[in-house]
């Protein structure tokens, strides 16, 4: 397989205090924040399992109303009632498969033509797959939930959230975006001429949701708009389920045994999400809630752009405002 281009000038950026700094903060607790949020609006996908559950609750339980982008009508409405019984709030819920390019940009439409302001916005929905799965448009289905999904959104709500003067746009990324050690494939963002590796793609599409970042708050310049970053600590999710039997197997007896609580990823959004200490701050990367330093390819704001035009071609807009 031919090196990545890029190779040499990552590797002389590559420092070991940066991994040694990421190593440590993986043992550490998040802050938490004692704040409530009563009636603001969070917006969250994939809150029918895992950390988004967890992370919809914990918003919930502090006064905030919810609309939850899922893709299971049945889980949804189970989670709805639950959460509204338990904490007496509004949870609502848009159906889309984060997976299919209608859908997404269907829901990001919805959102847009919302006239309620949208407080917090948290990118929760994500993959992770050991053999390769293509959308209905013949892309790689791990770039698309995991980076596509949360661009398309992003990009349509750019307008609106300028508009209403604040909000907090977060996006659940992970440490895996340093599998992507040498950046991205440009010309191959869908593996199409290269051996699939379900690391690897992984990788990939987690550091492409970072340089997107760059790009945003670009965007938001000028407004009280802000978007950041967050790996979500090694806990237990419902990411890899749908792999084959021998990874679950893995994750079930080896791997959930090696993970934290779950509730130290909803901790964390919350605090990124209604901190006062993380007020104005923007472009940035948490592991939980310490600041920290990604992998250099994560920075590298030549790529982004690069990667923010191809991206508006693979969503067909190219750079044409949203309708």
């Not at 293509?134 to 999904?149: A, H, I, P, R």
Request: glycine share 6%.
């Amino acid at each position: 397989m031919a090196r990545n281009k890029n190779f040499w000038k990552y590797f002389k950026q590559y420092e070991v205090s940066n991994i040694v700094s990421m190593i440590r903060n993986n043992a550490k607790d998040p802050i938490e924040c004692p704040d409530r949020f009563d009636n603001k609006l969070v917006v969250i996908s994939g809150a029918t399992s895992g950390i988004g559950t967890y992370t919809a609750k914990k918003y919930a339980s502090m006064g905030a109303n919810l609309l939850c982008i899922n893709r299971n009508e049945q889980k949804s409405e189970a989670l709805k009632k639950e959460i509204e019984s338990q904490y007496g709030i509004s949870c609502d819920y848009l159906l889309a498969d984060l997976g299919n390019l209608k859908d997404i940009h269907k829901v990001a439409r919805e959102l847009a033509r919302m006239e309620e302001n949208i407080d917090v916005l948290i990118h929760n929905a994500g993959i992770h797959l050991t053999q390769q799965q293509l959308t209905e448009e013949g892309l790689d289905k791990v770039y698309v939930v995991n980076y596509l999904s949360s661009f398309i959104i992003n990009y349509t709500l750019i307008e609106k959230l300028k508009a209403q003067g604040k909000a907090r746009i977060i996006m659940n990324n992970s440490e895996g975006h340093r599998f992507a050690a040498w950046g991205l494939r440009l010309d191959d963002l869908h593996w199409a001429s290269r051996r699939y590796s379900g690391l690897k793609a992984y990788g990939s599409a987690k550091l492409a949701q970072l340089l997107s970042m760059h790009k945003f708050k670009e965007k938001f310049e000028g407004s009280h708009v802000t978007i950041n970053s967050m790996h979500p600590g090694a806990v237990e999710s419902s990411t890899g389920k749908e792999n084959g039997v021998l990874y679950k197997w893995y994750k079930k007896n080896i791997l959930s045994k090696l993970l934290r609580p779950t509730d130290i990823s909803s901790e964390s959004l919350y605090y990124l999400g209604v901190s006062k200490n993380v007020e104005g701050i923007s472009g940035k990367f948490f592991n939980l809630t310490t600041e920290e330093i990604p992998a250099p390819p994560a920075w590298d704001i030549d790529e982004a752009k690069k990667l923010w035009d191809i991206s508006l071609m693979q969503i067909g807009l190219n750079g044409r405002s949203p309708q």
